[in-house]
């Protein structure tokens, strides 16, 4: 007799909960500000110096993302777009494909994407994206050690043409990698500053 273990559902905080954990590394008026270009307003989750933080559940990417990243881009932000990816990540959609240079890049696999994520280049759009791709801790971030986060530096679909392609893959690299480094990094240090 042949015995499979049914997987375990995955449960993650709320969208509250999980937005408010990352908006308490920054003081009350560093949060829900709104910025506005030519009578037109969106707010940041976060906006610290010349850095604007969007936060997002999933890798979903609406045509609302890239006009948020316009109008804080003519505003003269860097636009920091972290997505939790945690339960893309448990079920598989993002899958891990290779580690290089010990760790500090990782190529993925995004299976049955839902946008064209390669045909956005998050480097030369003066914007980042950064993924969260493990679980938070709870409480408070401020001295969290775990290393949560990647952050993407190149994507590519097999139709760059197409709206939803059939796969996508990227690579993302691990600065900043923990929250207390993503802190430093919106307050303005350099991300050369993180690696070894």
């Known amino acids: 007799m042949c015995l499979f273990r049914k997987k375990k559902p995955f449960v993650q905080s709320s969208h509250e909960d999980w937005k408010a954990q990352w908006q308490d590394l920054f003081p009350p008026e560093c949060r829900n500000v709104?910025?506005?270009v030519d009578g037109v307003t969106y707010e940041a989750y976060v906006l610290v110096g010349h850095n604007a933080m969007m936060l997002q559940d999933?890798?979903?990417?609406?045509?609302?993302?890239?006009?948020?990243?316009?109008?804080?881009?003519?505003?003269?932000?860097?636009?920091?777009?972290l997505m939790r990816c945690t339960q893309d990540v448990y079920n598989g959609y993002l899958k891990r494909v290779k580690s290089e240079d010990?760790?500090?890049?990782?190529?993925?696999?995004?299976?049955?994407?839902?946008?064209?994520?390669?045909?956005?280049?998050?480097?030369?759009?003066?914007?980042?994206?950064?993924?969260?791709?493990?679980?938070?801790?709870d409480g408070d971030l401020s001295q969290c050690g775990k290393k949560v986060l990647q952050r993407v530096v190149w994507?590519?679909?097999n139709d760059p043409e197409s709206m939803v392609p059939k796969r996508?893959?990227?690579?993302?690299?691990?600065?900043?990698?923990?929250?207390?480094?993503?802190?430093?990094?919106?307050?303005g240090e350099t991300l050369s500053r993180f690696q070894d």
């Open 155 to 157: 994507a590519e679909s």
């Open 102 to 137: 010990g760790g500090k890049r990782m190529q993925w696999l995004w299976k049955r994407p839902t946008t064209n994520f390669g045909r956005w280049s998050s480097d030369q759009q003066h914007a980042s994206i950064l993924l969260q791709i493990d679980e938070l801790p």
């Open 34 to 36: 709104p910025v506005t």
């Open 58 to 81: 999933g890798l979903l990417m609406e045509a609302s993302f890239f006009d948020v990243c316009e109008l804080f881009q003519k505003a003269g932000l860097h636009v920091i777009w």
């Open 168 to 187: 996508t893959t990227f690579t993302t690299v691990n600065v900043p990698d923990t929250p207390p480094e993503l802190v430093r990094w919106l307050n």
